[in-house]
């Protein structure tokens, strides 16, 4: 059972006490470090709760190797479950339905999402006009709006009034600003926090993801756009912007957290490499698979020390 115990103090750890570091200051300076381990560490903590809920029923190479035997070996498949078939089948369903319960809401939100951007891209496509741009759609509306919409065949919408209010350069910034949500996904990302905070609510990892992912996915946006704009132009832009609102099936580049983007944009600071993303994305999924390997390892030092 010590598999079992250490799994779910990894999952309780991790689902309870790391928001409160993934939501530091540290964050706003590195958002697409933050997004990896808001991202990384919900599916860390899926996997750690289905194999601790193996580990405590099933004998398997989860559980941990009892003392030798008479003849100096150790069973790697774990000493014998209290209840036998019984407990071992109901803990395979009881993860089974863990599993299909993540897999079923991730299923039905990503249709739901995609949906509903099929439905307003048909909209934008009846009611607007190509721009000069072929990812560019504009659409007749007095107030100032951009954004981007993963579907269909332009997927940046400008409105007629974000035309009259933005100069040529800070238009620029605001479409590099959207290409860089559309090159990175950001749509699928909030889609999936969406669906994992719907599964398993009383999380807070999981509850508390999909709010600060928006933000962060925001800010690595800005990011990507001050790498071939101009800060004043993009915060300029962002001034422009900040009465529209975000439409349900859209990323916009404005919204509440309008103030704090603009003092970061124009707040100079050394951008951090994209490298240390893919680490910790590496690292937040290291302990499950220590935890699962070690009984094996400790078995086979234990062989190696008896021949």
């Keep these: 059972m010590t598999a079992a115990v250490l799994f779910a103090l990894y999952a309780t750890a991790a689902g309870m006490l790391t928001p409160a570091m993934l939501r530091g200051p ?7 470090l933050a997004m990896s381990l808001w991202l990384v560490l919900p599916a860390s903590w899926l996997a ?51 599993v299909l319960r993540a897999a079923g809401c991730v ?48 997927q940046i919408v400008i409105s007629a009034g974000a035309l009259a209010a933005l100069t040529p350069a800070q238009l620029g910034a605001v479409l590099a600003h959207e290409r860089a949500h559309l090159r990175r996904h950001h749509h699928v990302i909030l889609a999936l926090a969406t669906a994992l905070a719907r599964a398993f609510p009383p999380v807070p990892l999981l509850s508390q993801a999909q ?50 983007r603009l003092q970061r944009i124009l707040a100079a600071q050394q951008q951090p490499r994209i490298g240390l993303a893919r680490l910790a994305a590496i690292a937040g999924l290291i302990p499950p698979v220590v935890i699962a390997c070690l009984p094996l390892l400790l078995a086979a030092c234990d062989m190696s020390s008896h021949p």
């Design 26 to 32: 540290w964050a706003a300076r590195s958002p697409q």
């Design 48 to 98: 750690a709760i289905v194999l601790a809920i193996l580990a405590a029923t099933a004998a398997s190479p989860l559980t941990w190797p009892g003392s030798p035997q008479g003849d100096g070996q150790v069973p790697l498949a774990g000493q014998a479950v209290p209840g036998g078939r019984v407990i071992a089948i109901a803990g395979l369903l009881v993860a089974a339905a863990v």
């Design 107 to 154: 299923a039905c939100e990503l249709r739901r999402s995609q949906r509903d951007r099929r439905e307003h891209a048909a909209l934008v496509a009846a009611t607007g006009r190509p721009g000069d741009e072929p990812d560019v759609v504009i659409v007749d509306h007095d107030a100032p709006a951009v954004y981007c919409l993963p579907c269909g065949r332009h």
């Design 211 to 260: 709010p600060q992912l928006a933000v962060l996915a925001e800010m690595a946006a800005d990011d990507a756009a001050i790498r071939r704009h101009r800060r004043d132009d993009l915060a300029a832009a962002l001034v422009a912007l900040a009465t529209a609102g975000a439409r349900p099936a859209a990323l916009a580049a404005s919204g509440p957290e309008a103030i704090a």
